[in-house]
């Protein structure tokens, strides 16, 4: 089947806005993962969803961040008053059920470019 | 949850072989040592993960020493296809909650 998707491929806004980026997951995985990674750098952990459990939001920069998992499926990343730094690639990845002994399904990245 | 430190870049012959080392010297018990491959514009690509000892698949062997403190990522007969960035990852899981550790990376040139 298909694999992981992210929309918008790409995203400009202007300083201030709020964004909402999209993943569709690896139908049948009940896990997924939202990761940030800035320009040269490595992946920042974002957010976590397990089937029904409670997201496991540790990994959230600050309280303009959020996420939804709707119906155990489609996934989407909130961030609100967007400020320069938040510029980024957002990568979702997802994997069957989730823990440290699965692989990660990676999708190809949302690129955020705030001005 | 253990900081992972890697190369920040490494140079390497067409054939050659590869060999990346990750330090992690704060790795639990429960932890798991993962390595994906992240060519440029895409999403990272899971290549091997271990627990201990020695792990093989098609593409890769993972050596974990007993201490698991550092874990080595081996690459046989590279070629001009696998230049990309290696990611060293110590993953911790529990009841509904997920704590990972991806290092900055390793960049890889191999060079014809």
């Known amino acids: 089947g298909a694999g992981v998707s992210q929309s918008p491929s790409n995203k400009v806004t202007e300083k201030g806005k709020d964004v909402e980026l999209r993943c569709d997951p690896i139908s049948g995985h009940t896990a997924l993962y939202w990761y940030r990674q800035s320009l040269g750098q490595g992946l920042e952990f974002l957010i976590y969803?397990?089937?029904?459990?409670?997201?496991?939001k540790s990994g959230l920069p600050s309280d303009r961040f959020s996420a939804e998992r709707t119906g155990g499926s489609v996934s989407t990343l909130t961030i609100q008053r967007t400020q320069q730094e938040d510029s980024a690639v957002y990568l979702c990845?997802?994997?069957?059920?989730?823990?440290?002994?699965?692989?990660?399904?990676f999708g190809p990245g949302t690129r955020l470019l705030v001005l | 949850l253990a900081k992972t430190t890697q190369p920040i870049s490494m140079d390497s012959y067409e054939g050659q072989e590869v060999n990346i080392t990750c330090s992690h010297n704060n790795i639990a018990t429960n932890d798991y040592i993962t390595w994906y491959q992240q060519f440029p514009s895409q999403g990272p690509r899971f290549i091997i993960q271990g627990y201990k000892t020695k792990v093989t698949n098609e593409v890769a062997s993972l050596f974990i020493p007993a201490d698991r403190k550092s874990s080595t990522l081996s690459l046989p007969r590279v070629s001009l296809s696998d230049t990309a960035v290696y990611y060293c990852l110590v993953e911790r899981s529990g009841a509904g909650s997920y704590q990972l550790t991806f290092g900055k990376g390793t960049k890889l040139s191999v060079i014809p």
């Open positions: 969803f397990q089937g029904n459990s409670a997201p496991d």
């Open positions: 990845a997802s994997s069957f059920q989730g823990g440290n002994q699965e692989t990660q399904y």
